[in-house]
């Protein structure tokens, strides 16, 4: 299948032809400002599948190990970007509906920094930062040249 989406403007567009690897709301304070919004909602893509059919969007180093992309004309969000992944926000598909899959590494990260009155009702599994072994491997990955 093929995912297809971009920023408010057109100017910024994206496909790609992956599998999503995982679908996560994050609440740490960084992606909220990046967002506007009190979570952000990402799909995690290997780096490198994602090509840029228009414009690529311009980039920002939040922190040593994310570059965190939007739309220089209008600001949209497009995502952050990794060594080994790109994650594309959800709300900047074409088709956000069409990208629920029932996987294991969907899940909510960053919940120690959540807006208390901010309640999102899922089953989906819940972490004070990342699930279990994905801080070392952000920190083994941390400081290496970004790909996606």
């Given at each position: 299948?093929?995912w297809t989406?971009?920023?408010?403007c057109?100017g910024?567009?994206y496909?790609v ?6 679908i996560?709301?994050?609440?740490c ?5 990046q967002?506007g919004?009190l979570?952000g ?12 059919a228009?414009a ?5 180093r ?9 739309c220089?004309k209008c ?10 992944e790109?994650?594309?926000t ?7 509906g069409g ?9 909510h990260?960053w919940c ?5 009155w ?13 699930p ?6 952000l ?6 040249p970004?790909?996606?």
């Open positions: 299948m093929t989406g971009g920023c408010l057109g910024v567009r496909e032809e992956a599998d999503p690897m995982w996560s709301h994050c609440y304070s960084i992606c909220r400002k967002t919004a979570v909602t990402y799909v995690g893509f290997p780096a490198g599948s994602v090509r840029w228009a690529e969007p311009a980039r920002y939040s922190s040593k190990e994310v570059e965190r992309s939007f220089s600001g949209g969000t497009i995502g952050f970007h990794r060594v080994h790109t994650s594309l959800a709300g900047s598909f074409d088709d956000p990208l629920m899959f029932e996987g294991e590494d969907n899940d990260v120690q920094e959540r807006v208390s901010f309640h999102v009702s899922d089953d989906w599994p819940r972490h004070d930062r990342f279990p072994g994905r801080n070392e491997e920190e083994d990955l941390s400081g290496n970004i790909r996606g």
